[in-house]
């Protein structure tokens, strides 16, 4: 899979990963969705939003539910330096 967007470097937050570890899942696949440009659980503005910043270099938001019924956010910067895996009470 190629890339919709550079993401610079991936990080997550302690409490993503032990969530992560909680549902007994992997963050990758849903890096990959965020790479590949699906959003995830996100409404309809925020979808548009994604597809505008996406082509106007502006920064990106994805928001999944884990099969424990958690959700993870996955952030990637404006600048493209990074892309971070985090729970929405962490941002």
């Not at 993401?7 to 302690?14: H, S, Y």
């Not at 106007?56 to 493209?80: C, P, Q």
Request: glycine share 8%.
């Amino acid at each position: 899979m190629k890339p919709k967007f550079p993401f610079g470097q991936l990080v997550a937050t302690p409490g993503a990963l032990q969530t992560f570890e909680h549902s007994g899942e992997s963050p990758l696949p849903y890096l990959q969705r965020h790479l590949a440009g699906d959003w995830g659980d996100v409404d309809e503005h925020d979808r548009v939003e994604n597809e505008y910043s996406l082509q106007h270099g502006l920064r990106l938001l994805s928001a999944y539910s884990l099969s424990s019924g958690e959700r993870v956010w996955i952030i990637t910067e404006a600048d493209r330096s990074s892309t971070c895996v985090l729970l929405p009470e962490e941002y």
